[in-house]
């Protein structure tokens, strides 16, 4: 018997799961479709190591949009965030960088280091803030399409410039972050390389590109962006990140969500260019005359459907979406947390560093791209270290520990040899940046999972391991994140969507993408 419901999900990640919770909340018989043995696709807890719970891929809570996490009710069903530390920095002498939401702390580091920087930060982060507020009423935008090749598509472009005709005084500083580089950006305000790798640091966190790349400036609002004053904080989510999606999920059964897990969709059926189902692995049929897509474009487009079924010049703007990717993920079962010989509680104002970057300089952040730019991983990586067990008692034995690391560059192709046989020697390197600042660190670990970016796209799907599942440049953002005409969440076949991160805003634990998409989804229906 061929199953029949009113929408298919194809993917259970946080999006798939947040847009089949609104779509339930709607009334409508929604299934969702899960390839894995568990929910969640980046946000997952897995006890890799028995009696240690990792965040294995996405491992803080920074951007879940406020408007998802009340409408879904997702305290309500468990979620709970702790607070992570301030940023602390390790620099070379044995000296470092402390970056706080508070601004008078920032500057009083700050200003160990560069007088002017202190004095104008201040400046600058009303000046970030004016843009990231901007960028923050479009995340829950569609974006229309600029061509105005029909009647429909001019009214909304119209209304769309109508509504933020207030904005273009601002619009430079726009196109500043989509076309400079970050360190050309940064250094309109700042002159000391410290200062400026605190911010510069993000331009690279799961992209390729460096800090001294055209439009990688943009990158640094992108992480920057969460608001989430009264809406659950910024830190690390008690449980792990797999708290999220579980509490989405939980969220979503309440008003009826079917999921389903091991359902791993092969193809996207459909009938006279309209969508009518998906076929599962095991061969099983379900109908449907909405399915929505968590999964890649790439995957997506190019393998749930064949290329005839889509216009030629569709296929080629998928085929040509920029994935690669050099991110690597190291996940860490220990017996103690590093101990950073430059870490001062008294001068630094907090007992410990759960949140750590290793890149103290423009120049550090540059040599570790052009390393990967030639296809061999950094010499001296980029690191973030996080704690989250200094905070949640949940997820470790009592006096363990459980230590992230992620970074870069690592990447997906190597030039010499592969990563079957390097990965050990590549773990190994990593290790050895993090113990010149946490000596000793090495000898205390029980166990741990090495993510490499071929890893990290067969656990999850994302093409080339990308954890946006696509660069976030000028040319894959809003009007054209996945593909020009293509970006208010629909496609060419009718009754197919994405939901997913290849879509407007990009990728981060933010549930944006699956909110707009069942908001996309349910307009269509009441026509």
Same mark, same amino acid.
């Given at each position: 018997?061929?199953?029949?419901?009113?929408?298919?999900?194809?993917?259970?990640?946080?999006?798939?799961?947040?847009?089949?919770?609104?779509?339930?909340?709607?009334?409508?018989?929604?299934?969702?479709?899960?390839?894995?043995?568990?929910?969640?696709?980046?946000?997952?807890?897995?006890? $890799?190591?028995?009696?240690?719970?990792?965040?294995?891929?996405?491992?803080?809570?920074?951007?879940?949009?406020?408007?998802?996490?009340?409408?879904?009710? /997702?305290? +309500?069903?468990?979620?709970?965030?702790?607070?992570?530390?301030?940023?602390?920095?390790? /620099?070379?002498?044995?000296?470092?960088?402390?970056?706080?939401? +508070?601004?008078?702390?920032?500057?009083?580091?700050?200003?160990?280091? #560069?007088?002017?920087?202190?004095?104008?930060?201040?400046?600058?982060?009303?000046? !970030?803030?004016?843009?990231?507020?901007?960028?923050?009423?479009?995340?829950?935008?569609?974006?229309?399409?600029?061509? =105005?090749? @029909?009647?429909?598509? *001019?009214?909304?472009?119209?209304?769309?410039?109508?509504?933020?005709?207030?904005?273009? &005084?601002?619009?430079?500083?726009?196109?500043? !972050?989509?076309?400079?580089?970050?360190?050309?950006? %940064?250094?309109?305000?700042?002159?000391?390389?410290? $200062?400026?790798?605190?911010?510069?640091?993000?331009?690279?966190?799961?992209?390729?590109?460096?800090?001294?790349?055209?439009?990688?400036?943009? $990158?640094?609002?992108?992480?920057?962006?969460?608001?989430?004053?009264?809406?659950?904080?910024?830190?690390?989510?008690?449980?792990?990140?797999?708290?999220? #999606?579980?509490?989405?999920?939980? #969220?979503?059964?309440?008003?009826?969500?079917?999921?389903?897990?091991?359902?791993? $969709?092969?193809?996207?059926?459909?009938?006279?260019?309209?969508?009518?189902?998906?076929?599962?692995?095991?061969?099983?049929?379900?109908?449907?005359?909405?399915?929505? #897509? @968590?999964?890649?474009?790439? /995957?997506?487009?190019?393998?749930?459907?064949?290329?005839?079924?889509?216009?030629?010049? *569709?296929?080629?703007?998928?085929?040509?979406?920029?994935?690669?990717?050099?991110?690597?993920?190291?996940?860490?079962? =220990?017996?103690?947390?590093? @101990?950073?010989?430059?870490?001062?509680?008294?001068? =630094?104002?907090?007992?410990?560093?759960?949140?750590?970057?290793?890149?103290?300089?423009?120049?550090?952040?540059?040599?570790?791209?052009?390393?990967?730019?030639?296809?061999?991983?950094?010499?001296?990586?980029?690191?973030?270290?996080?704690?989250?067990?200094?905070?949640?008692?949940?997820?470790?034995?009592?006096?363990?520990?459980?230590?992230?690391?992620?970074?870069?560059?690592?990447?997906?192709?190597?030039?010499?040899?592969?990563?079957?046989?390097?990965?050990?020697?590549?773990? +190994?390197?990593?290790?050895?940046?993090?113990?010149?600042?946490?000596?000793? *660190?090495?000898? &205390?670990?029980?166990?741990?999972?090495?993510?490499?970016?071929?890893?990290?796209?067969?656990?999850?799907?994302?093409?080339?391991?990308?954890?946006?599942?696509?660069?976030?440049?000028?040319?894959?953002?809003?009007?054209?994140?996945?593909?020009?005409?293509?970006?208010?969440?629909?496609?060419?076949?009718?009754?197919?969507?994405? =939901?997913?991160?290849?879509?407007?805003?990009?990728?981060?634990?933010?549930?944006?993408?699956?909110?707009?998409?069942?908001?996309?989804? /349910?307009?269509? %229906?009441?026509?």
């Amino acid at each position: 018997m061929v199953e029949r419901y009113d929408a298919v999900i194809i993917g259970g990640g946080h999006n798939g799961l947040t847009c089949g919770a609104y779509l339930a909340r709607a009334g409508l018989k929604t299934l969702v479709l899960e390839r894995r043995e568990m929910i969640g696709g980046a946000a997952v807890t897995e006890e $890799v190591i028995p009696g240690f719970k990792f965040s294995v891929f996405s491992y803080l809570m920074s951007l879940l949009h406020p408007k998802v996490i009340a409408e879904l009710e /997702l305290a +309500k069903y468990g979620f709970k965030v702790l607070p992570a530390s301030d940023m602390f920095g390790p /620099l070379p002498g044995g000296d470092f960088i402390v970056f706080s939401d +508070k601004i008078e702390k920032t500057q009083s580091h700050f200003a160990r280091f #560069s007088t002017k920087d202190a004095e104008i930060y201040p400046q600058f982060d009303r000046y !970030l803030t004016e843009a990231a507020t901007i960028v923050r009423k479009l995340l829950l935008e569609t974006p229309p399409d600029p061509s =105005c090749r @029909n009647w429909k598509a *001019f009214k909304e472009t119209a209304a769309f410039l109508w509504k933020y005709r207030r904005v273009g &005084g601002k619009l430079f500083r726009l196109i500043d !972050l989509m076309t400079m580089s970050a360190d050309a950006y %940064l250094s309109e305000w700042f002159e000391n390389t410290y $200062v400026k790798a605190v911010l510069a640091y993000y331009c690279g966190i799961g992209t390729f590109a460096g800090p001294k790349s055209p439009g990688s400036a943009y $990158v640094i609002m992108h992480h920057v962006m969460g608001e989430h004053a009264g809406a659950g904080g910024w830190g690390f989510v008690r449980g792990g990140m797999g708290a999220i #999606s579980e509490a989405i999920a939980a #969220s979503g059964k309440a008003k009826g969500l079917a999921i389903r897990t091991r359902a791993e $969709v092969v193809n996207i059926e459909t009938s006279n260019g309209r969508v009518s189902g998906v076929t599962l692995a095991d061969g099983t049929r379900i109908e449907a005359r909405t399915v929505a #897509s @968590n999964v890649s474009a790439k /995957l997506t487009f190019l393998k749930f459907l064949s290329a005839d079924q889509l216009p030629a010049e *569709f296929v080629r703007d998928i085929a040509s979406y920029r994935t690669y990717s050099t991110a690597f993920k190291i996940n860490i079962a =220990c017996e103690r947390l590093p @101990n950073y010989k430059a870490f001062d509680p008294e001068k =630094c104002g907090f007992p410990y560093p759960s949140y750590t970057h290793i890149g103290p300089s423009i120049d550090y952040l540059e040599r570790a791209y052009d390393d990967a730019k030639y296809g061999e991983w950094s010499r001296e990586p980029f690191i973030t270290p996080v704690t989250p067990s200094f905070v949640d008692d949940s997820i470790s034995p009592p006096g363990k520990h459980v230590v992230h690391l992620f970074g870069g560059h690592a990447p997906y192709t190597l030039r010499e040899g592969n990563w079957t046989s390097r990965k050990d020697e590549f773990a +190994k390197h990593v290790l050895e940046t993090v113990e010149e600042h946490a000596p000793g *660190f090495s000898d &205390g670990i029980i166990g741990m999972q090495v993510l490499t970016p071929p890893e990290i796209e067969a656990k999850i799907g994302s093409p080339h391991g990308h954890i946006f599942h696509g660069e976030l440049q000028a040319d894959q953002l809003f009007f054209a994140r996945p593909a020009p005409h293509f970006a208010d969440y629909r496609s060419p076949i009718k009754g197919l969507y994405q =939901c997913g991160s290849s879509a407007h805003p990009g990728g981060g634990v933010g549930g944006v993408p699956g909110h707009n998409a069942a908001r996309e989804i /349910l307009k269509d %229906l009441r026509r």
